[in-house]
């Protein structure tokens, strides 16, 4: 009051930056009046006259936008109130919602006066008027009684498999389980949780697979062992897979086949695919056991894990009854009944995955499984909606966007058996939606469904007709017995089409995250009685009663239907130390977009390295920007609108200082289509698509466009390679191996020929005449020492006091898998024209009753034998009647038991058993077998041995003597170009020269078959440099091993550049041969010609791009190489040196025989035998926790001394070191830009020794070479 004297213009003018003054759009009035029908002017009497007229409203003028007025008449003490309002602004039915309101919160400021309120906050008085009260009652009218009288998941499966067992529960292409049969193998793998594992009710149980049908037994199996089922992407990096199974303490994770080798060796695993395949034949479980696990409808169920804004995943824990009612409620809207048949679309690491399977399995509907990374395959995708019939289906609105790019441009037919096509996880738009109906039949119906993870999966729901008046597509009405309330910041309910936090009730509310009381407490809010969840979804109320959508409260996004907090990837790039400041940003709907303030971090691609080891795929940024420092506001914070916006210029578009330019046709190809998405004019070659704003809708919109480009099969271009190798110059490598592949491999599958075992000879395949004629020729007669040059021993031993085995059972096993594996009594011999043939013996010709005819013999080994088992496995192997190849005798198994001798001398030769400490010792000839049969054979094995009964093997199914007969008629005109090219210009009878103690005589070829070994095993932080390696320049650790490999080769042979040397290819080229015990195994010439200026990154580039050139032609033969080489075997110098890379198979590692479990047994390296010259073979062991990775050479003694082995193997040690160098190091490193001749081979001790000795006064010479054993330098 004090100051009102004060012209509104000098009040303006102080603010003259100011262009509108937004107070003067708002304004107040109080008029007070006091009527008096008679005034008085002098003598005079003025009496009032009574008069009215009319004024039209619309020729009433606003000064303001809105203005109030308040008149005060103080004769009748009565106050009313006047609202103006610009039209320009406001509609009339808004100015009259405005004068209601403003009149119910009078009311409640008077009654407030009344009852002595005065001091009630202001935020207590509400703006509701009685009908949007009625409306938001009517909203939550929503409660109806529970269809279903089963408290669990499991309850309600087990209640359909009742009602319809025959029916179909789960289909995945030609692979499909009834209700019957998917309940049999779940009870299977639910006891042998219960009983092999201890699993207790409430225990997490975490499952890491791809899509297939075991995902499903390992879910339903997880709930009927009262586990809490845990989903673990195969898509995450180890190290969050590693996080999320510490976060839940989970004993146990589930496996199959593909995701064994993510986890470490003090993880427990359990292979699932392995529990199902036996289940069928174990017919002696106990499914009473089943009844003693208690399981309520409160229990947990399931727990998915979604982005935390603190850098740390919550955990989401989901009731039996949350789900169950979630999905009762979706039953009750008609979106899906057990008449439909159901694709599973979300990856496991989506909540609605669950609520797919479970509620598909749950009503006795079927659920269509998609193989791995099949929903990326859009052609897939469309032919398995067709031929499956489908008529329910779940997508985000993305990838439902890139599907109807994808059935408009294919031109392919309608999605003709769906019923309901479901949306959900973010915003669509209704031109979307009404193109969507074009592709769909006209009584299919489109829900737009709405719910966070913390609400079971989903709350609202809204079905969109297919035509809509509306501008975008709101979220809908509640599920049945759901609730929601509308709230602002105050806690108090928002009007109609008033904004306001979303908060749900009922059902679906979810029981708190995972160890986080603290968080649970801020997510869940008591209203009247009733716990309802804080989703932090801002929305709005129509007067409809319909909710939508209008943003959120916070920084969290939906990105392609995933759920992310941003400050989750900040966390994770703030743990760098370089990084002071940082702050991520969603970008155009598409991108993430992070901002780092760092003055030593210069490459992005650290950044991405980073991100990409820690975050799973859909958290990964775009784009990273670097800044000196980031804006700030007045306050301190981060400025989000100063922030520059992302420019994917040429800046980012390249990974060097140099433009790389397309080379060839193909790239040429791919780079036009890279810069029409990317809408640039030039992208290097060599850039990372993710490091341009590329993702994996993108990657799946590239899939399709190349198919169609190219021509390609499905079949013959993967996905998964095209995210593993994201540069143009990879991708143009893996479309050149496809059409390759096309060109040269027949389209029609290789089938059975039907030849009748005993009665028809083939010739032996090339695999098998390579090593026939090699033990025959270069490991014949004189040999001294050494027996079964070519045998590959199994070693297990039974380690438990518990375990026993029955060699009864396991001679019938082992007599099984021989009767179904023709291979393993196949006989090899040279014929009357020299040819090799191979003949499958009749099976009653080769077995009978007889245990010690036919390969099965016990050895008993008194407890008082002071012989170290080596030494007794030694002796078994060299027997020179262990095989006979030309009998068909190619498989033995020994058994070495331990026995105690009373004091009458009686032994327990009868005895059934094998216990603790006894061995099996299963020894097979390599023309019969290789590495990746082992494997087969196991499974076989423990398959016969559990089920006591015959294996069988369907008539049409292919085999190796089938494979033989195929692989000589095959065309190998365009290999044997290619392998000719590759060996033109190398004198093939050229050696290397290695130092060699001693020299072979040129007239007796003949080895001892004797080794000289040495092993060299790497830190866990070399061997994590040498991974990252291999991740960060795209390489396979087979192809950063060879390159290694060839540079240690040149500084030991004192710089010889053209190397050629030999390698081991596994040769299961096609798919049918992949399940098949044989033989395959190739062994191939790789020449390079080096440049010693050449860098070893440039190495790796050039020994990377002729494994890829080799791969699609490593079936060509070497008899045929050797052969158009005019060359024979023995004097073809790259066969002696070998290089091999080994990744140890889980699989492998233990040999199951009904309860026991047997674990495999290394054999010592005294045991090695030596089959070439010179050999090193890098071994991957994922599965154990000091030695991950380790080196082995394996060398003639008849050439090498074990010194001289041992020497070497130290200066490789010591080479590797400087190239993968680490902190703990003192060995000096050496850049990998560096020319390789920079390299040593000389430790430092002796290079001081040199310096100070021999050359102290030549200070311009300096030396390089290696020294064996003596003082021996070689100056350069």
Request: net charge negative; hydrophobic share 35%.
């Amino acid at each position: 009051m004090k100051y009102l004297y004060f012209p509104l213009q000098r009040i303006l003018d102080q603010h003259s930056h100011i262009s509108k003054h937004a107070f003067l759009d708002t304004s107040l009035e109080f008029i007070s009046y006091k009527n008096s029908n008679i005034e008085m002017i002098g003598d005079s009497q003025l009496v009032q006259a009574a008069s009215s007229f009319n004024i039209n409203e619309d020729e009433i003028r606003s000064a303001s936008d809105l203005s109030l007025s308040i008149y005060y008449d103080l004769n009748m003490n009565q106050l009313s109130c006047t609202i103006n309002a610009s039209l320009d602004l406001f509609n009339r039915e808004t100015v009259e919602k405005i004068s209601q309101r403003f009149h119910f919160i009078l009311h409640q400021s008077s009654t407030s006066i009344i009852h002595s309120q005065i001091n009630k906050p202001i935020f207590e008085l509400s703006l509701i008027l009685s009908n949007e009260q009625y409306l938001t009652q009517s909203l939550n009218n929503t409660q109806i009684p529970f269809s279903s009288s089963h408290t669990c998941i499991h309850h309600e499966f087990v209640y359909q498999v009742m009602k319809h067992p025959q029916k179909l529960a789960v289909e995945l292409d030609e692979q499909s389980l009834t209700y019957c049969e998917l309940l049999h193998y779940v009870q299977i793998l639910s006891l042998t949780l219960f009983n092999e594992y201890h699993i207790l009710p409430g225990e997490v149980v975490c499952q890491c697979v791809e899509r297939s049908l075991s995902m499903v037994i390992g879910i339903m199996g997880i709930e009927m062992a009262g586990g809490v089922y845990c989903p673990l992407s195969p898509r995450d990096p180890q190290h969050r897979l590693h996080t999320l199974i510490q976060q839940t303490q989970s004993r146990l994770v589930l496996v199959h086949h593909s995701t064994t080798l993510k986890f470490s060796s003090e993880i427990v695993l359990c292979n699932v695919d392995f529990i199902w395949t036996v289940g069928h034949i174990n017919s002696s479980i106990i499914v009473d056991h089943l009844s003693e696990i208690v399981v309520m409808a409160e229990n947990i169920a399931y727990i998915v894990f979604t982005s935390g804004s603190t850098g740390i995943s919550k955990g989401v824990q989901i009731r039996h009854r949350n789900l169950l009612s979630c999905i009762d409620s979706l039953v009750r809207l008609n979106l899906f009944t057990n008449k439909d048949t159901m694709i599973q679309m979300a990856t496991c690491s989506y909540d609605v995955h669950a609520r797919e399977i479970i509620g598909a399995l749950d009503t006795g509907s079927t659920i269509v499984m998609l193989r791995p990374q099949g929903n990326m395959d859009l052609g897939y995708v469309t032919k398995t909606l067709n031929g499956k019939q489908v008529s329910y289906m779940q997508c985000v609105p993305t990838y439902m966007n890139i599907f109807l790019k994808f059935l408009q441009n294919h031109s392919a037919e309608k999605l003709s058996t769906l019923r309901t096509f479901d949306i959900g996880g973010e915003a669509s738009t209704v031109q979307r939606i009404e193109k969507l109906y074009t592709c769909l039949p006209q009584a299919c119906s489109v829900w737009n469904i709405y719910g966070p993870a913390e609400t079971t999966v989903d709350c609202t729901g809204y079905i969109i007709g297919r035509i809509q008046n509306m501008m975008n597509i709101p979220m809908g009405r509640l599920l049945p017995n759901y609730r929601c309330m509308i709230m602002n910041q105050y806690l108090q309910t928002s009007t109609t089409n008033e904004e306001g936090e979303l908060y749900v009730g009922g059902v679906g509310v979810f029981a708190g995250y995972l160890g986080r009381d603290d968080l649970t407490a801020k997510a869940l809010v008591e209203i009247d009685g009733q716990l309802f969840y804080r989703t932090g979804d801002l929305v709005t109320m129509d007067n409809n009663g319909l909710l939508h959508y209008q943003g959120r409260k916070d920084h969290q996004i939906k990105l392609h239907g995933q759920r992310i907090e941003l400050g989750e990837i900040e966390r994770c790039l703030l743990n760098i130390t370089s990084i002071s400041a940082c702050v991520v940003l969603k970008w155009n709907d598409d991108h993430l977009v992070a901002y780092v303030q760092s003055s030593h971090i210069n490459e992005e691609e650290q950044l991405h390295q980073h991100c990409q080891s820690h975050l799973p795929p859909h958290m990964i940024p775009s784009i990273f920007i670097i800044l000196e420092k980031l804006p700030l506001n007045q306050n301190g914070k981060i400025d989000r609108k100063q922030l520059p916006s992302p420019q994917f210029s040429s800046k980012h578009l390249t990974n060097s200082i140099e433009l790389l330019l397309p080379t060839n046709d193909i790239e040429v190809s791919i780079h036009r289509i890279w810069c029409e998405i990317f809408n640039q004019n030039q992208i290097s070659t060599n850039t990372s698509i993710f490091t341009i704003g590329g993702h994996s809708l993108l990657i799946m919109q590239l899939f399709h466009q190349y198919k169609i480009k190219f021509n390609l099969e499905t079949n013959t271009l993967s996905i998964s390679n095209l995210f593993q190798h994201p540069t143009i110059i990879h991708h143009a490598q893996l479309i050149q191996q496809s059409i390759k592949i096309i060109h040269t491999m027949d389209d029609s599958s290789w089938s059975s020929l039907y030849l009748t075992q005993g009665k028809q000879n083939t010739r032996a395949s090339f695999a098998q005449e390579r090593i026939y004629l090699d033990e025959q020729i270069r490991f014949s007669s004189n040999k001294t020492t050494m027996n079964n040059m070519y045998a590959i021993p199994l070693l297990y031993r039974i380690s438990s006091i518990n375990d026993h085995v029955s060699l009864t059972r396991l001679y019938h096993a082992f007599q099984s898998v021989i009767t179904k594996h023709q291979i393993l009594r196949t006989a090899v011999y040279l014929d009357a024209n020299s040819n090799i043939i191979q003949q499958c013996l009749d099976t009653n010709i080769i077995l009978n009753d007889d245990m010690k005819s036919y390969g099965f013999t016990i050895v008993n080994l008194p407890n008082d034998d002071r012989r170290h088992m080596n030494e007794i496995i030694e002796e078994i192997l060299n027997q020179a009647d262990l095989f006979d190849l030309s009998k068909g005798h190619v498989i033995r198994c020994n058994i070495l038991r331990h026995y105690h001798q009373s004091q009458e001398n009686i032994s327990y030769e009868n005895d059934d058993m094998l216990s603790e400490n006894d061995y099996i010792l299963i020894s097979v000839h390599h023309a019969m077998f290789d590495g990746a049969s082992t494997s087969i054979f196991l499974r076989d094995l423990s398959l016969a041995y559990q089920s006591d009964v015959s294996l069988s093997m369907g008539g049409n199914i292919l085999k190796y003597i089938d494979y033989s007969v195929h692989e000589h008629i095959m065309d190998m005109s365009l290999s044997r170009e290619f392998w000719h090219s590759q060996l033109e210009r190398y004198n093939i009878e050229c050696s290397l020269s290695l130092p060699f103690d001693r020299q072979r005589s040129s007239t007796n070829q003949q080895r001892s078959g004797l080794a000289s070994t040495a092993e060299v095993s790497f830190d866990n932080e070399l061997c994590t440099s040498f991974l990252n390696y291999a991740s960060s320049h795209h390489l396979t650790l087979f192809q950063l091993g060879l390159s290694i490999f060839y540079v240690f080769l040149f500084k030991l042979t004192h710089g010889q550049t053209d190397l050629c040397i030999s390698s081991i290819n596994a040769n299961r080229y096609r798919h049918e041969l992949v399940n098949m015990i044989g033989m395959f195994v190739s062994t191939l010439p790789y020449h390079v010609e080096l440049d010693l200026n050449w860098s070893f990154n440039e190495v790796i580039k050039y020994v990377q791009e002729k494994c890829l050139s080799i791969l699609e032609h490593s079936h060509y033969p070497l008899q045929h190489i050797l052969h158009d080489n005019r060359s024979s075997q023995s004097n073809v110098s790259f066969l002696e040196i070998i290089f091999d890379f080994i990744s140890v198979s889980k699989d492998v590692e233990h040999l199951y025989l009904n309860d026991a479990k047997l674990e495999q047994v290394s054999l010592e390296q005294s045991a090695e035998v030596s089959k070439f010259d010179f050999s090193l073979a890098f071994v991957n062991n994922p599965l154990s926790d000091n030695k991950r990775l380790s080196c082995n050479f394996v060398c003639s003694r008849d050439l090498f001394e074990k010194s001289t082995i041992s020497q070497i193997s130290r200066r490789f040690e010591y080479m590797f070191e400087q190239l993968f160098q680490t902190h703990s190091s003192n060995i000096p490193a050496i850049n990998v830009n560096s020319p390789i001749s920079k390299l040593s081979v000389i430790f430092l001790d002796e290079v001081e020794e040199m310096e100070l000795v021999m050359f102290h006064r030549l200070k311009d010479i300096h030396s390089e070479g290696m020294i064996v054993c003596s003082v021996f330098f070689y100056a350069i």
